[in-house]
């Protein structure tokens, strides 16, 4: 079965300092990853995306992210956390037009 | 673009009653998702269209929950009755159905159940 694998359910970062959040997936086909960003009490807004292609796929707000197929990870990176960027990030898998979430990180950011 | 458009985004009643909550996905998706959000469970999909039709039902958590999308541009989610359990946010995504297409979310409507 297809999963989504998000280590660690809360990251605090100091503002400046760079942002790592992990993702794994689980995957019998060539997956579909997504990020996706929650402000409170909001919707979720897409950060980017990997369908196929170039495997560094920028996205909004300076973020990005590498799909590495022998590591089945697709980690979100930001070189300079603002904070503005607190909130929480949820990767995600498209399997079959669904998507499968992982748990989801609230990212703090300390001034 | 308007975006995913939900009502009410806030519904508050007690145990019993039946609750309905409004989607209208963006103009031209022909996907329509519904997803219940809570702290111990996260992100579910409960139930997704294709073309009005649905198509996965599998995550509705049981009998007193049904939904339906009568055209293309409105989809109801009922709870009756409803159950303090039931309590939770509840979102609606559209997207086109091309394989790997972006799912558009809506504001939410969060949920109490007294």
């Known amino acids: 079965a297809q999963s989504v694998t998000q280590l660690g359910s809360h990251v605090s970062v100091s503002e400046g300092a760079l942002v790592l959040l992990r993702c794994n997936y689980s995957?019998?086909?060539?997956?579909?990853l997504f990020w996706y960003v929650q402000y409170p009490n909001q919707g979720l807004q897409l950060l980017l995306k990997?369908?196929?292609?170039?495997?560094l796929v920028k996205g909004i707000n300076g973020f990005e992210a590498e799909f590495k197929k022998s590591e089945t990870s697709f980690h979100l990176t930001k070189p300079s956390a603002h904070m503005s960027d607190a909130a929480e990030y949820f990767c995600?898998?498209?399997?079959?037009?669904?998507?499968?979430f992982g748990q989801g990180t609230e990212l703090s950011v300390k001034p | 673009d308007a975006g995913v458009i939900q009502s009410p985004r806030h519904e508050v009643t007690e145990m019993g009653q039946e609750v309905t909550l409004r989607c209208k996905p963006i103009?031209?998706?022909?996907?329509l998702f519904w997803y219940r959000q809570t702290m111990m469970r996260g992100l579910e999909l409960l139930i997704y269209?294709?073309?009005?039709?649905?198509?996965?039902d599998s995550g509705m958590p049981e009998d007193r929950f049904s939904a339906k999308m009568p055209n293309a541009s409105f989809s109801t989610l009922k709870i009756q009755p409803s159950e303090p359990r039931d309590s939770a946010v509840y979102f609606c995504?559209?997207?086109?159905?091309?394989?790997?297409?972006?799912?558009?979310f809506g504001p939410g409507t969060r949920l109490l159940v007294l």
């Open positions: 990997y369908t196929t292609g170039a495997t």
């Open positions: 995504a559209s997207s086109t159905n091309r394989v790997g297409e972006t799912q558009y």
């Open positions: 995957s019998s086909v060539p997956p579909y």
């Open positions: 269209f294709n073309n009005n039709v649905p198509i996965d």
């Open positions: 995600a898998l498209n399997q079959g037009g669904k998507l499968i």
């Open positions: 103009s031209g998706h022909n996907s």
